[in-house]
């Protein structure tokens, strides 16, 4: 598996670090916020994939037994009744790897994000 600091410059790279049965969630993962966000840029930031739109959107990454997916605590705080069976920090949230990822709400929480980022420069 990959480990921090290891020179990764893009999100496939950061996919082939580990076992296909990831690589498969992840690339779903990845799917869903690229639909949800298709203007965004894909890079790597604080060694972990990052979809950038007007500033940094959202963030995902594969831990030990959950995907972190990292879309800032306003992102957590807008879906906070559909997000209550998530283990959950101030802006990350857990999706346990052995359960299907919840890709409808990934996709709001994305679209959210986008919005709250355009809103920065006035952009609709």
């Given at each position: 598996m990959n480990k921090p600091n290891s020179g990764i410059s893009s999100i496939?790279?950061?996919?082939?670090?580990?076992?296909?049965?990831?690589?498969?969630i992840?690339?779903?993962?990845?799917?869903?916020?690229?639909?949800?966000?298709?203007?965004a840029m894909e890079k790597i930031s604080y060694q972990i994939p990052t979809f950038y739109l007007n500033g940094n959107l959202v963030h995902f990454a594969a831990l030990k037994n959950h995907i972190?997916?990292?879309?800032t605590p306003s992102g957590i705080a807008a879906f906070a009744d559909e997000l209550k069976g998530y283990k959950?920090?101030?802006?990350?949230?857990?999706?346990?790897?052995?359960k299907p990822l919840p890709l409808e709400l990934i996709r709001k929480i994305v679209e959210f994000r986008v919005m709250e980022n355009l809103k920065k420069t006035g952009k609709k």
């Open positions: 496939d790279q950061y996919l082939q670090g580990f076992p296909k049965e990831i690589q498969a992840l690339s779903i993962m990845r799917s869903t916020i690229q639909l949800a966000a298709p203007l972190g997916f990292y879309p959950q920090a101030k802006g990350s949230i857990q999706f346990p790897i052995d």
